[in-house]
């Protein structure tokens, strides 16, 4: 799988949630509903993503795959987990 000159935009609606897109490709082609989810996007940083970059919780593979068949991936925040929560010391 080639590179892609990715932007890397974070919505305004929710924490966390995060779109990538090739920087090629036309915002406005993205879908309605997806751009009413993200809110306003504001870009976050533009990189170079190959199979071997490093990302923090997504395999670059994967998203270059979702680009590839969708033209974006949507990254969505994690997961609540209770157990992580700890309560006075």
């Known amino acids: 799988m080639k590179p892609v000159l990715c932007t ?6 929710e924490d966390a949630l995060y779109l990538y897109v090739a920087k090629s490709n036309d915002l406005s ?8 989810r993200m809110g306003e996007l504001k870009k976050v940083m533009t ?29 969505l925040p994690p997961e609540f987990d209770p157990a992580v929560i700890t309560y006075g010391s």
Do not use: C, H, W
Request: hydrophobic share 35%.
């Open 8 to 13: 890397i935009y974070k919505g305004s609606r």
């Open 29 to 36: 082609q993205l879908p309605e509903e997806l751009m009413s």
């Open 47 to 75: 990189l170079i993503l190959s199979t071997d970059r490093k990302l923090a919780r997504v395999k670059a593979e994967t998203v270059l795959e979702e680009i590839e068949k969708n033209g974006y991936f949507l990254q």
